[in-house]
């Protein structure tokens, strides 16, 4: 299977009285339409706690220029009967992103995990360089050292914001609050990075459909 070097990010929301058939929508008929599509390695959807948008379908694609392509946007300008009403559910309030891969560290999981936490920020221009050192040398090496993380990958927003986003694969949901957690987050150098975080965003995400994959 080919390693993905980009990811296609879309955050959806309904009034609960769609959400039947928005979910039946999507396991259905989407996510097979889209697994279909050139590019797309591997597709999964998560509900993301006390939040709003509540739903995020997450693509893990070839690179960068999948988004853009004519594939996907093929799929934009011509959906079919039943997307055409699913969009009028949720109006203006979705997100799609398209990110580049930056790092990944950890062990790719045979299986999905249940769940997914993810951190957006912005940083500083003048501390870009310190911020992504820090981030691939120290603080992800360390997190993905704590019982129940798995995975850890970093992302650059090519579309969208904030800029930055970071997601963490965990088996325990409260990994990050575990003493072992709390100490490898505890260090100089991420206190300075973390001061510095603008327009951060930490969702937890939980698994209701796991990944479906190309043939």
Same mark, same amino acid.
């Given at each position: 299977?080919?390693?993905?070097?980009?990811?296609?990010?879309?955050?959806?929301?309904?009034?609960?009285?769609?959400?039947? *058939?928005?979910?039946?929508?999507?396991?259905?008929?989407h996510?097979?339409?889209?697994?279909?599509?050139?590019?797309?390695v591997?597709?999964?959807? /998560?509900?993301?706690?006390?939040?709003?948008?509540?739903?995020?379908?997450?693509? &893990?694609?070839? &690179? *960068?220029?999948?988004?853009?392509?004519?594939?996907?946007?093929?799929?934009?300008?011509?959906?079919?009967?039943?997307?055409?009403?699913?969009?009028?559910?949720?109006?203006?309030? #979705?997100?799609?992103?398209?990110?580049?891969?930056m790092?990944?560290v950890?062990?790719r999981?045979?299986?999905?995990?249940?769940?997914?936490?993810?951190?957006?920020?912005?940083?500083?221009?003048?501390?870009?360089?310190?911020?992504?050192?820090?981030?691939?040398? *120290?603080?992800?090496?360390?997190?993905?050292?704590?019982?129940?993380?798995? #995975?850890?990958?970093? /992302?650059?927003?090519?579309?969208?914001?904030?800029?930055?986003?970071?997601?963490? *694969?965990?088996?325990?949901? &409260?990994?990050?609050?575990?003493?072992?957690?709390l100490?490898? #987050?505890?260090?100089?150098?991420?206190?300075?990075?973390?001061?510095?975080?603008?327009?951060? #965003?930490?969702?937890?995400?939980?698994?209701?459909?796991?990944?479906?994959?190309?043939?």
């Amino acid at each position: 299977m080919a390693e993905a070097q980009g990811l296609v990010t879309v955050w959806l929301h309904v009034p609960p009285e769609r959400e039947e *058939e928005f979910n039946a929508w999507y396991n259905l008929e989407h996510i097979n339409q889209m697994v279909a599509l050139p590019g797309v390695v591997s597709a999964r959807r /998560y509900v993301v706690e006390n939040a709003k948008p509540k739903y995020l379908a997450w693509y &893990d694609v070839a &690179d *960068e220029h999948f988004e853009p392509g004519p594939a996907f946007q093929e799929v934009v300008a011509h959906p079919t009967p039943w997307s055409r009403r699913i969009r009028t559910f949720y109006g203006e309030d #979705r997100e799609r992103m398209n990110f580049r891969l930056m790092r990944d560290v950890g062990a790719r999981p045979a299986t999905d995990t249940p769940w997914l936490y993810i951190v957006h920020t912005d940083i500083p221009d003048h501390i870009v360089d310190e911020y992504n050192e820090w981030y691939d040398n *120290e603080h992800l090496p360390r997190l993905v050292t704590v019982p129940g993380v798995v #995975r850890a990958r970093r /992302y650059a927003a090519v579309s969208g914001n904030p800029k930055y986003l970071t997601a963490y *694969e965990l088996t325990d949901k &409260d990994a990050f609050e575990s003493p072992a957690g709390l100490a490898a #987050r505890k260090t100089p150098w991420t206190a300075k990075m973390r001061s510095l975080f603008q327009n951060t #965003r930490r969702s937890m995400c939980q698994l209701v459909l796991p990944s479906r994959r190309q043939a």
